[in-house]
């Protein structure tokens, strides 16, 4: 298996995950937010099938640090208590370990190609989906803690990457 077949590959698990997630969230807001993780996966997938078909692809820009901001913005904003089950914490965090293995598979397979433009693909694409872990990350304190979560909230950290 080449590194598009495989890119391609964790990319699907990643999305399916996702959409089950989705499926399995009570919260609306969070329901959002897997639904925009999902089409994440999507737009990556594709872009990898471009590659390894050796067509020509755009990088699309990332807006979801933006739109997960606004949609917790839009739950705290509600005035709304929140409470989960705890047993939705160990998806969330296996969440996170998928978006751990693709960063550090990109960031592997960006090192090990003399290509640039494949090189340049490959961190764009590690670089998001390292801020999907951040974003992981602020959904397992939210889930652990949510009220108090969403009155400290520091969103313009998870801009930072």
Known sequence: MNVYEY???MEKVAE???RDLSAQTEDEGLKHVM?????EEAKHYLIFKKMAS?????????????DVK??????KDSGRTFSFKMDQLHMYRK???????????????AEKTADENEKQALRKIAQEELRHV???????E???????????????QMEEY
Do not use: C, G, H
């Not at 050796?54 to 933006?66: C, D, Y």
């Not at 939210?142 to 313009?156: C, G, S, T």
């Open 54 to 66: 050796n067509e020509s692809f755009e990088l699309p820009v990332s807006t979801i640090v933006k």
């Open 134 to 140: 951040t974003l992981l990350d602020n959904i397992v």
């Open 142 to 156: 939210f889930v652990n803690r949510p009220n108090q979560w969403l009155e400290n909230a520091e969103f313009n």
């Open 95 to 109: 969440a996170k370990d998928l978006e751990d293995k693709a960063y550090a598979y990109y960031t592997d397979a």
């Open 16 to 18: 399916a995950y996702y």
């Open 70 to 75: 606004a949609t917790f913005q839009s739950m």
């Open 7 to 9: 890119a391609m590959e």
């Open 35 to 39: 639904d925009m993780m999902a089409a």
